[in-house]
């Protein structure tokens, strides 16, 4: 059997960009596969030999989606020395994000609603990097040694899923400079109880 033309890696990250950009402009459950193969010029045969199906499609795109996602929130956080700022760079980049022209939401949260499946591919990846972030906020009180990091992770994330939905419906940015300042107040209120803690083991 012949293989089919253009079933290299350029084609998987052609069929993957486009998909990516279609699903998150115009929603999953309103694109199909012969758009998909429209916009990034391939053949059918092409598409079928690098995914299965339109879900297998779903899921890499968001799969990539999160692998570059968490790459910008770790590179942010990385440009900053103290914990307190490691925090806030995460929610600057957020910023940028949201100012984005292209900006349409939270990926992540879009495909759980449209698909609602729970036990979707994509579902799970979108679960997984929303875990994945938690992490990243946790992994940073606790190296400040502020006291139950989980909590205070958990709110960032709050804070950071409510500025998404909340620019998206208001078409400004405004939510995510009200985030920031809400983290600000929890990590003055983390450092205080830390340095309250502290003098009481003293």
Not at 89 to 104: H, N
Request: charged share 20%; aromatic share 6%.
């Amino acid at each position: 059997m012949a293989r089919p033309t253009g079933s290299t890696s350029s084609a998987r990250l052609r069929i993957l960009s486009c998909a990516s950009n279609l699903f998150y402009r115009k929603g999953i459950n309103h694109v199909g596969v012969n758009e998909i193969i429209d916009a990034s010029g391939v053949a059918k045969m092409t598409l079928y030999h690098h995914f299965k199906s339109k879900n297998d499609i779903i899921a890499a795109t968001l799969d990539t989606r999160r692998a570059q996602r968490l790459e910008g929130i770790q590179a942010a956080m990385a440009q900053a020395r103290t914990p307190r700022h490691q925090i806030l760079a995460a929610f600057d980049y957020l910023a940028e994000i949201i100012e984005d022209s292209t900006f349409r939401g939270c990926a992540f949260i879009n495909a759980t609603v449209e698909l609602a499946e729970p036990a979707h591919p994509a579902s799970l990846i979108s679960t997984q990097h929303k875990q994945r972030m938690i992490g990243e906020f946790e992994r940073v009180a606790e190296q400040a040694g502020w006291h139950n990091p989980r909590r205070f992770a958990l709110q960032c994330q709050l804070l950071w899923d409510g500025a998404i939905a909340a620019a998206q419906i208001n078409y400004d940015n405004a939510p995510v400079q009200a985030a920031r300042s809400a983290v600000e107040i929890l990590i003055e209120a983390a450092q205080s109880e830390k340095m309250q803690m502290n003098g009481t083991r003293s």
